[in-house]
């Protein structure tokens, strides 16, 4: 008799699988592409009414043919129990649950290595720092215009935006008015760039080619452990925070970009994704009355926990320094720094790219490891 699904104990653990699900799932070859993994089959393709007619459990693996159509799948049971029902969560590794939070009090050590290192075999565990803490520094990166992209093209594509490919971040003392703060000696509070993007480039390189004579100093924060401590101690600024769209715009003579989008963002199942945190580049809110006063409090609230002194890592970057940091999640800053009457002043020297391309560089390196 024909039932509806397929139930198996593994491991001590009782699974149990709809046929819809194992047939779409199934992995014969005239079901999916050699070498690609793709489906070869739509859902429509698929009969209605699908039933288990056999179930034949042969250890290791457990086939499964199906009415009415007679198809034949064969699952291993190792692949059965790595895909168990009710287990997957987001399942994309992007949000908080597949994080390691942090304030800076409880890392044992900035995560970093040197550029020569990074090459020799290193790079695994460099690219494993930045999905898991956020970021890595790598030390010793020859101080030499345009080095960054190289840097990038280590693990992935450049993103180009109106930027340029790559941008640099300096004082120009003669020349048009700045087109970014970022490119003055001021202090910048703690943000995230291009939240006026849709989407926003979600890995940022910056690489230092001079320091400044005084000042200057990088400072990190993890966005997503400030977020989990505002959800615990304030759930309703919490929720306001998750779902009121901000404006944030930029605008120069050549670029006008605008994006609508939360300060935090939420998977679909109501977990951490992301963070968007710009002051200079928020717009005027047009929303209710009563929305905008709640969002100004909610809003307040999470600045200030995003400033406090106990959240922010200070790194001075010295000539060679790359950092490469999860913009979707890690907020940097910089300390005001002084202009010296002949001196060059600091200089770095900065390129966007994805994390889709980082961490699929890291699973393929995985997969030679395990080779």
Known sequence: MAVADLELSVGGRQLRFPAIWLRDNCPCAGCVAAGTGQKLTDI???????????????????????APDQHRSVFSRSWLAGHALNRYGDGDGRTEDDKQLWLPAELPEIPQMSWARYLAGGRAQALEAVLRLGFVLLRDVPAEPGTVLEVAASFGFVRETNYGRLFDVRVEPTGPRPGNLAFT???????TDNPYRDPVPTVQLLHCLRTAAEGGDTTLADGFAAAAALRAADAESFGTLARTPIPFGYIDKETELRASMPLIQL??????????????????????????????????????????????????????DCLIFDNTRVLHARTAFSMSAGSPGRHLQGCYADLDGLASTLAVLRRGEGA
């Open 44 to 66: 429509t393709d698929i009969p209605n009414g699908l039933a288990i007619a056999l179930a034949e459990d042969a250890g290791e693996s457990v086939a499964v043919t199906f």
């Open 185 to 191: 000696s001021r202090a910048i509070r703690p943000h």
């Open 267 to 320: 998977s679909p199942r109501g977990r951490v994704r992301g963070v968007r945190f710009n002051n200079r580049s928020a717009g005027p809110l047009r929303l209710p009355y009563a929305e905008v006063t709640a969002f100004y409090a909610a809003y307040r609230r999470w600045a200030e926990l995003l400033a406090r002194p106990e959240r922010q890592l200070s790194v001075r970057l010295a000539p060679g």
